[in-house]
């Protein structure tokens, strides 16, 4: 397998909340899709939005489920004040701020929220990290 993440695809509850969230709270290009479900390039990276009941459907798994997921997503930013910028706003657009920004113990400065859906991001400032 070449070194290559293709795609994430989120279940969302409600496509058309998450569809906004994604859009017009965190700034990712939207591109043209068909109504069942939303792409976001990332780069060479997609993100894709679909009906969670359709990605259960399509991976043969049920739809229920809850809780942490066992991963997240995650944005570095430029500077700590960049990383309380995008906390707040992601707060004024309904998700949940769960770790506030904060210095780490790796030399950083991080903070966690969950996306209208559930899903964790981390917004992290690394002073060492390559690609802001």
Not at 77 to 105: F, I, N
Request: proline share 9%; net charge negative; charged share 20%.
């Amino acid at each position: 397998m070449e070194p290559r993440l293709s795609l994430i695809t989120l279940g969302v509850a409600d496509l058309a909340r998450a569809t906004r969230f994604y859009e017009e709270c965190l700034g990712l290009p939207r591109l043209a899709t068909p109504p069942s479900v939303t792409f976001f390039e990332l780069g060479k990276t997609w993100l894709a939005l679909w009906p969670r009941e359709c990605l259960a459907a399509d991976a043969g798994l049920p739809a229920e489920g809850s809780g942490f997921r066992g991963f997240s997503l995650a944005h570095n930013v430029r500077s700590p004040a960049e990383v309380d910028a995008l906390l707040a706003r992601v707060a004024a657009y309904g998700a949940q701020v769960v770790k506030p920004g904060q210095p780490t113990d790796w030399g950083g400065y991080a903070g966690y929220f969950t996306d209208p859906d559930g899903f964790l991001w981390e917004v992290a400032h690394n002073p060492d990290f390559p690609h802001v």
